[in-house]
């Protein structure tokens, strides 16, 4: 069956993989200071109220600085191809910067469908931060901080926002082979 997909975007060290993990709920993908360590795409697979789907992290093509702009137009592209929606993650801590926006113009071609999660809202300079995002011209903003567990019931609620129920696609099956 095939599951409906969410990909993880944005620029290195906003806090993709802290946030996947927290999603997925098993530390999977590797988390660390400096930009560039996860190697791989790492797909995890989440239920959240009755509903299942399939997340991306394309952290893995966090890479050197010179390629900086290339990887994150492969990752971003990666992205659009393989999934239903987009959580493009950005950093509150550091604010809006030249890279999100590169991945924002990527995604607004695309034509998916988009959730911004403004991440590290935990973090004292935070506040000064976050109506910047508004800029990015997106219409679905979800305050979060995968580090501190804040805001992520509202993002899964986001995410699983029109999928189906699993139980709910079966029992339409039978009804159409009764009918
Ligand atoms: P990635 O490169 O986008 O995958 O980012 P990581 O998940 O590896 O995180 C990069 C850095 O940001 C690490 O030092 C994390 O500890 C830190 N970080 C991640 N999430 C949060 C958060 O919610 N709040 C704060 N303050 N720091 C965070
Ligand atoms: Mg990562």
């Known amino acids: 069956m095939n599951l409906p997909t969410i990909c993880i975007v944005g620029r290195p060290n906003v806090g993709k993989s802290t946030l996947f993990n927290k999603l997925v709920g098993k530390k999977i993908s590797i988390i660390e200071d400096t930009p560039g360590v996860t190697r791989d795409r790492i797909y995890g ?4 109220q009755g509903k299942k789907f399939n997340l991306i992290d394309t952290g893995g093509l966090d890479i050197a600085k010179e390629l900086f702009n290339d990887e994150i137009k492969t990752q971003v ?25 590169e991945v924002k113009e ?17 973090s004292n300079s935070a506040n000064n931060h976050i109506y910047d995002f508004y800029e990015l011209g997106f219409s679905n903003f979800i305050e979060v901080s995968g580090e501190h567990n804040i805001g992520i019931a509202d993002l899964l609620d986001e995410i699983i926002e ?3 129920k699993e139980e709910k696609e079966a029992e339409n099956v039978c009804e159409s082979i009764a009918s």
């Open 106 to 122: 990527l995604l607004k071609k695309s034509g998916k469908e988009v959730i911004v999660a403004i991440n590290k809202v935990d």
């Open 162 to 164: 029109g999928f189906k």
């Open 45 to 48: 697979e989440v239920t959240y």
């Open 77 to 101: 592209e990666i992205g659009v191809l393989e999934a239903d929606k987009i959580i493009f993650v950005v950093d509150a801590k550091e604010g809006l910067t030249a890279n999100d926006l």
